[in-house]
């Protein structure tokens, strides 16, 4: 995976990640805080505007949100495998 250039597309890989692990409604979180449209966001996220330096602050602020969130949902998967395992050893 590459950097994030401004002047640049986000690559494919990386917008699959953003989409799989943010939320509308991290974006308009990370709109507010930055003074940039949810939408522009958006656009960025999926591919379809490049980045330029006023945008870049936002998805940095967008993959910190990404990577925050994968963590919260691996604890949680891990959470519910034990769970799992605990009824499936009483069978």
């Known amino acids: 995976m590459k950097r994030i250039e401004v002047g640049n597309y986000l690559d494919n890989n990386l917008t699959e990640l953003l989409s799989k692990n943010t939320t509308l409604k ?4 990370i709109g507010a805080e930055t003074n940039i449209s949810s939408s522009l966001i958006l656009k960025v996220k ?3 505007s490049r980045v330029t330096e ?3 602050k ?3 602020k967008l993959l910190v949100i990404a990577y925050q969130n ?8 891990k ?4 769970t799992l395992k605990t009824i499936l ?3």
């Open 26 to 29: 991290d974006a308009a979180n």
């Open 70 to 77: 994968i963590e919260a949902n691996e604890k949680e998967a």
């Open 58 to 60: 936002a998805i940095d």
């Open 54 to 56: 006023m945008n870049k």
């Open 79 to 82: 959470k519910n495998k034990r």
């Open 46 to 48: 999926n591919g379809t």
């Open 89 to 91: 050893d009483c069978i």
